[in-house]
Every structure is written in C-alpha cells, then in structure tokens.
C-alpha cells in the first residue's frame, strides 16, 4: 500500500477530487498548508512597513491506494491539478505499513 | 405657550439623548476598529479593555468628572467642584416654565440629566482612543487603573478649562465638538503611555527596520470605522446643543453634511496618498482616513462650506498617513494609529478652525492647543510612571509571545481557529 500526498493550488481541490473519484478513489484527507519551492518570496506594505511574503496557501491532498493504483493516481492528480503555472506543487509517495478501517477492524487493502 | 415651552424643551432634551446614544454606540466602533487590526491571540483582551473602560469612564464621571468639568463655580483654573451629580435631581417644569420665553436660550432648556448623559459618552470616547494605542502589550489592569484617573480627572480637568467655561474659553479658544478636548486630549495620553510602555516585540529591529504585524480581521475593523463614522454625527451633531427651532435646526443639518463631508474626503485622500506611496490600496489606511476627516472637522463642523469642509477632512486624510509612518520612524509603536488620527490630526482640526470661523484666531487655537497637551501629558505621564512602579504596565515577554488573551484573560478570541480548545469543536 502506498499514501500519496500531493500539495496543490488550493483552488485545484474541487478537480482534484472529481478527477480521483472518476479514477475509483474512494477515501481522501485534506489539509490546509503553507508552503513554497524554488521561487523566492516577494514582499508587501503594510501601513508603510515591508513583510515578505514566501509561504503560500496550499492544500494537501493524501489518499491511500494499492501499490497498483499508483501511476493512475499520480496521472490523474497531476493532469488536474496542473496549470503549467509557477507553484503548481507536488506529489510525494509514501510506503504505507498498514491501514486500518475504524468501524469494522478491516485492515490491509481491505480497509483502503 | 406653554405648549410650545413644553416642547421645545422635550425636544431638545431628546435631542442631547439621541445624540448621547449615537456617540455611546462608537464604543462599538472602537471596539471594533481596534479588535480588528490587533492579532488574534490579543482579541478577546482588547474587547475587554474597550467594555471596561467605557463602564469605568461613565461611573467616574458621574462621581466626580462631571462636576470637575462642570462646577457650579470656579476660578477659571480651578473648578469649585463638589460630588452632588451622583445623587440625581433635574430642573423642576414650574422653574423650567416660569422662564422668560424671550431668553428660554439662555436658561434651562433641557433636562441636565441629558447633559450629563450627553456629556459622559465623551469622557468615554477620549479614554478609549488611548486603548488602542497601547494594545497588545500593556498589562489590562495597569489601563483599567490609569482609565479611572483619566476619566475622572485629567480629562474633566482640560474640558472645564474649556467647555466648563474656564480659562481656555475665556481666550476664544474655539472647539465645537473636542478635536482638541476629546481626539488631541486622548491621543495624548495614549502617548505618554507609549513612551513609557515601549514598542511591541519584533516590531522594530536593532538595524532600522520596521516588521509589518498585521490585523487578524479586516471586516470588523471596517465595521467599526463605519459604526464610528455613524457616532460621528451624535458626536458633532449633538455638540450644537440645540436643534429646537429654525436656525438651530438648520445649524444641526449643516453639521451632519459637514461631517459626513470631511470623512469622504478624508477616506479618498488617505486611499490616494496610500496608493501612491505603497503601490496599493491599504484598506487600514482607508480606514484611518476616514476617521482623520472626522477628526479634523469636529473642531470646527458648522462654519465651513460643504466643499471646505471636505478639504479639511482630505488634508487630515493626508496628514494621517505620514503621521502613521512617521511614528514608526520614531519607533513609537502605535497598533491602529490613534496617535495620528486623534493627535496629529486632532491639531490641523484646531488650527484649521480660523480658517472658516471668523470669530477665531491662530493665537488662541495654539493656546488651547498648546495647554491641553501639555497638561493631558504631564499628568498622564506621572499616571502612567506611578501605576508602572506600583504594578508594572507591560506584560512580560513570554505573555505577549503568548499573547494577552491566554494570559489576562484566560480565554481566545478564535478558539476553533487558533485549537487551544482541542478538536472537540
């Protein structure tokens, strides 16, 4: 099993979710995040005084799928979420060592 | 006749009524503007402190500020005040009646309980524009104890002086409706308090520069200007101390326009002046500006023209924004800018009186001027200096890290927000 977490636009989440969903995803954990890559930060005023702006709102989007829905999820998250802008974000894939569904005890790929 | 008499005294005692309630409301407004521009986890302490000492400064005033500033007699320096308002009475209708219709003016016109209901809400305004200067740091009790000798006497003090027809008055030193006795007055103390309190942390750093430490809720701060601006027309409305006849009420009018005129002038040249400066619209400049205008025409709301009176208010919302940089320059750490738009602005509202009124001069503007802050800063500063030996004023570091919320008030402003509550919701 493997989580797949990808920090996105915050605007991108509504694609995102529709895009997993047609691809049979059937769990997701949102998060609100800040953060930034390669570009360095800018800066504002406020009431005369500079503040330097270099974390941006972003949302995490993690779901836990099989070791062979992997490549669909990247595919399917990266062709939603992208915008061939600066600060489209990332994708990360973890090793997940077990999942457990609360309600009934299932475990293992059952319980994604 | 009598009718009439009848009439005109209950109008105009509703009048002074109306206008108390329209001004208590900008508690609200200050309550507001101030809760807005301050950071979340110093909320709830600043709310405090805006509730506290608007009660404090009307239970002060009653026991002793109201007869200081309105003493049956005095020397023009000292008033011969004793403690009688807080045990009630009123003018009785057979007196009231039994006076020369031709000179009803000049007499008993309306109830002196209004007066002092009318009066008490600006003792109040004055002592609040000082919290919002101190925010964020300043110890809520040390402010609690310096409001108690602010409402009860420096305040009554300078405002016998003028309106209590001390010597101030005796010089025609002209102020309708307190740019000098209530804005300059307020701010004054609130920078004596600033001296001595020091600059929030992280504000300013040892190498010259100035961090931006921005408000955590825009909307209520917008709030609160627009409630202040609504006070605003009880505030000079109201200062014209009669409405109950043809002149009068055309007086009224001309000071409602006046008023309303100054704050859109006010708000547009701050937003200019903001936008040429920053780059941007800073809405907290649009803000300040609105209030600056107001500001500067409560000194003088009737005699000017509608357009002058806008001028007046655009220069204030100009001046307000330098001020705002200048005293970071100066690193005097002022949160919502009270200094600058009571303050500073509070002295081109005096100064411009000459300007539409004939009857005033340069000489006694800067006279009144020139007293009222020195007395509002001297005794305020050895306010402020006894209160920090006895108790401190400042919290300590790790509580305004903290912020003040958690440490003097035991509770957040945005417990859902901010998670101390737990994820219970």
């Known amino acids: 099993m493997k989580l797949v977490a990808a920090i996105i636009k915050p605007f991108k989440l509504d694609d995102v979710r529709e895009a997993l ?15 930034f890559g390669r570009q360095k930060g800018h800066t504002e005023l406020y009431r005369g005084a500079e503040y330097v702006v270099d974390f941006l709102p ?18 399917s998250i990266s062709g939603a979420a992208k915008t061939g802008k600066i600060g ?12 457990v569904r609360i309600r009934t005890g299932e475990s293992g790929s059952e319980a994604l | 006749m009598e009718d009439i008499l009848n ?6 005692t509703f ?4 206008s108390g309630a329209l001004v208590m409301w900008m508690a609200a407004g200050f309550a507001m503007l101030e809760s807005g521009l301050v950071r979340a986890k110093n909320t709830a302490e600043i709310l405090t402190k805006n509730v506290a000492l608007f009660a404090i400064a009307c239970i002060m005033y009653m026991v002793m500020g109201y007869n200081i500033m309105y003493p049956a007699d005095g020397n023009g320096f000292i008033p011969a005040f004793d403690f009688a308002f807080m045990f009630g009475g009123d003018n009785a209708a057979a007196d009231v009646l039994a006076q020369d219709p031709a000179a009803w003016y000049d007499g008993s016109y309306y109830s002196g309980m209004s007066d002092f209901f009318f009066q008490v809400v600006f003792v109040a305004t004055a002592m609040s524009i000082v919290s919002g200067a101190v925010a964020e740091r300043m110890k809520l009790w040390a402010f609690l104890l310096f409001a108690v000798v602010m409402t009860g006497f420096i305040y009554p003090m300078q405002g016998y002086w003028k309106w209590g027809g001390g010597f101030l008055d005796a010089a025609n030193f002209q102020d309708f409706a307190g740019s000098g006795v209530v804005h300059l007055c307020g701010a004054t103390a609130a920078l004596a308090g600033v001296l001595l309190l020091g ?15 921005p408000g955590a809720n825009l ?28 002149d009068e009420a055309n007086a009224v009018a001309a000071v409602f326009v006046n008023t309303n005129m100054a704050a859109a002038g006010g708000v547009v040249a701050a937003l200019i002046t903001a936008r040429i400066l920053f780059g941007k619209a800073d809405l907290t400049m649009a803000l300040n500006g609105a209030l600056a205008g107001l500001v500067a025409i409560t000194a003088e709301p009737l005699a000017p023209t509608p357009l002058w009176a806008t001028i007046v208010g655009a220069i204030g919302g100009v001046i307000v924004v330098f001020s705002i940089i ?26 411009a009186v000459p300007m539409s009124n004939g009857d005033a001069t340069f000489g006694a503007q800067i006279y009144g001027l020139v007293v009222i802050l020195a007395w509002t800063f001297v005794a305020s500063f050895i306010t402020w200096l006894v209160i920090k030996a006895v108790m401190g004023i400042r919290v300590s570091e790790e509580e305004e890290y903290e912020g003040c919320d958690v440490s003097e008030c035991g509770l957040e402003a945005y417990p859902e927000f901010t998670g101390a509550k737990g994820s219970g919701r």
């Open chain 1, 21 to 35: 969903s047609e691809i049979g995803v059937t769990g997701i954990t949102v998060t609100e995040v800040k953060g």
């Open chain 1, 58 to 75: 972003k949302i995490k989007v993690e779901v836990a799928v099989d070791d062979g829905q992997v490549d669909a999820v990247i595919e």
């Open chain 1, 88 to 99: 489209d974000g990332k994708i990360f894939v973890y090793e997940l060592a077990q999942a």
């Open chain 2, 7 to 12: 009439l005109r005294y209950a109008l105009d």
């Open chain 2, 15 to 18: 009048y002074f009524l109306v």
């Open chain 2, 199 to 213: 600059a929030r942390k992280g504000k300013y750093t040892a190498d010259g520069r100035i961090n931006a430490i």
């Open chain 2, 219 to 246: 909307p209520m701060a917008t709030l609160g200007t627009f409630i202040l601006w609504l006070g605003w027309f009880g505030f000079n409305g109201g200062s014209e101390l009669v409405l109950s006849n043809v």
């Open chain 2, 326 to 351: 200048g005293l970071d320059k100066l690193k005097l750490d002022d949160p919502v800018g009270a200094i600058s738009v009571h303050g500073v602005v509070g002295m081109w509202g005096l100064l």
